[in-house]
């Protein structure tokens, strides 16, 4: 009687029991279950949802109709900020040295031409001296260039007056003061005696007319004046010739005299770094040792690894200085971004450094690798970027969106407006004000602003492009309210 008592109870249990799991397992009702939900189409829209305005303002919804406009893919690639190349310098010594005097500190700000420390270098002060001595060189040989002109100047000048007969009295006055060198004497002598004997002959002529002279005695004369006159000529053409060359010579001293004066200032420029001419004497030329160290360009002191009283070699780095008003960044094309390779130098591009998140920064195309790497399989791409508020720094990190292919015409939507949810990839459009139901779309190319939209939407619908993601939470909390 126990057993069959025990089993009709135990029965009992098992019915109640098949009966509890199949209430829990069978299909529940539309109104209020997440499995129904789970088993519609990942297709199929959901029922509208209302918001009131109260709401709507709270989630910061908005939407905005969608167009079409101009779009272009674009891939994202790693990139790294560097130096602008062009306004950074490592200022090093091409020869031993001790600092004598730091005048900066890490993080001054420089202008041009700045005087950041004091060197004191026996070689530099042997370079200095062989620019003076040959810039007193080059002085004597400038006047003597200018005298030999001159020289010849008035010597081509007296020669012409001496053609028309002048007085002597009249030349001495007219040339006293203008350099002749040893012209004037040799021609003025000469020119004195034929003058003498064409005077004499004047005289002669008379009385050998009158039978007074003899003839022997005009002919002595006549011939005494050919003589004189002869010794004019010579005097004349050997004058022409000797100023000719002095001036010539004087020309040739004088180039040579700048050639050198330029070798040494070159040598001195290269071990010193500066090449402008009034710059390599303008320190005091008692002190031919000591060099006022400046800098090359105006920028921040980045790195100051020397100090004061230091000797220093040509393979020390003295500091560095650098403009980081514009910034590198460098990345790399893979083989999956070939398409990124009809980038040319100029061409406008994005980045979104790390340090500012969602915040984007326009660069333009310096340089595009001609070679990939043999080790990276890559090619090499450089940006340049303006860094505004000098909030970026060499070294950090950043997103490189490269454009792909041509910009054409597309309906596409913000990225703020994309939503995606297991395998949904869906919108919300806004039919009414304050109401809105999610629609399935078919999406095509992307970048960091816009998705493409090839299906699912049309042009001029409203779609929310704030506030999606509050949406979202609508949808999902929907069937168990």
Known sequence: MKNRYFSTIATTLIVISAVGLLAWYWPRSPHGTHAEAATESSNEQ??????????????GIKAEPVLIRSFQAERTVPGRIHYDETKHVELRLATEGVIRELRVRPGDR?????????????????????????????????????LATSTQTN?????????????????????????LGDHRESILAAYSKRILADRIIAKLQPLASDGIASGRSMLEQQSA?????????????????????????????????????????????????VTSDDALMSEPKEALSLWQLKAPIAGTVEELPIAASERVTSTTSLMTIADTTSLWVHAEIRDRDWGALTLEPGQKIRI???????????????????????????????????????????????????????????????????VQHERRQFVFVEESPGVFHDVDVDPGLRNADWVEIKSGLKNGEHVVTRGAFALKGELLLEPEE
Do not use: H, W
């Open 155 to 179: 010597l081509l000048r007296l020669l012409g007056r001496l053609k028309e007969s002048v007085e002597l009295t009249i030349l001495l006055t007219e040339f006293e003061n203008e350099p």
């Open 225 to 273: 004046r050919e003589t004189a006159q002869a010794s004019f000529q010579s005097a004349c053409e050997t004058a022409r010739i000797q100023a000719a060359q002095r001036t010539l010579k004087a020309d040739t001293v004088a180039d040579d005299a700048r050639r050198r004066t330029a070798i040494a200032r070159e040598r001195l420029g290269s071990l010193i770094g």
């Open 352 to 418: 979104e450094p790390s340090a500012l998140p969602g915040q984007f920064v326009t660069g333009e195309v310096v340089y595009v690798g001609r070679t990939q790497g043999a080790e990276t399989r890559a090619v090499p791409i450089v940006v340049q970027m303006v860094n505004e508020q000098d909030r970026l720094r060499p070294g950090m990190f950043a997103r490189v969106f490269l454009p792909e292919g041509a910009p054409r015409e597309v309906l596409a939507v913000p990225t703020s407006a994309f």
């Open 110 to 146: 420089l202008t041009a031409g700045q005087v950041v420390a004091i060197v004191e270098s026996p070689e530099i002060g042997q370079r200095r001296a062989d620019v003076l001595l040959c810039e007193a060189e080059e002085r004597l040989a400038d006047r003597e260039q200018k």
């Open 46 to 59: 959901l029922a509208s949802m209302v918001l009131t305005p109260r709401r709507v303002e709270a989630a």
